[in-house]
């Protein structure tokens, strides 16, 4: 059984930064794409990040480009949300998602979920 289990998230200033960490665990990931969604009170969970195991399928939603890195540690089968530059639009509830096969950036797309962490971005 595949689980994802997030932490990282927090209370940060604008301008700040946070990692969040994304732990994979139940099979081998290596076919599998990663992806980072988030969801904002009233509003649809929306694409932030997603690659593979192997870092050559790199996607960034247009509002965190050039601010978020997506990475992964293979022997740790942990994904990695770096974010810098953080923004009071960045508050949401940050989710990590597992899907087998290649990269898409829609969410109904990913079969597996963890739980969620929240990020507060204060002004």
């Known amino acids: 059984q595949v689980q994802l289990v997030e932490s990282g998230g927090g209370l940060v200033q604008a301008g700040g930064s946070l990692r969040l960490s994304c732990a994979a665990s139940?099979?081998?990931?290596?076919?599998?794409?990663m992806g980072w969604f988030r969801q904002a009170p009233g509003k649809k969970r929306e694409f932030v990040a997603a690659?593979?195991?192997?870092?050559?399928?790199?996607y960034y939603a247009d509002s965190v480009q050039g601010r978020f890195t997506i990475s992964g540690d293979n022997a740790k089968n942990t994904v990695y949300l770096q974010m810098n530059s953080l923004k009071p639009e960045d508050t949401a509830v940050y989710y990590c998602?597992?899907?087998?096969?290649?990269?898409?950036?829609?969410?109904?797309?990913?079969?597996?979920w963890g739980q969620g962490t929240q990020v507060t971005v204060s002004s």
């Open positions: 998602a597992a899907r087998n096969g290649v990269v898409l950036t829609i969410p109904t797309r990913y079969a597996y």
């Open positions: 139940g099979r081998t990931f290596s076919n599998y794409a």
């Open positions: 690659d593979n195991w192997t870092g050559g399928s790199t």
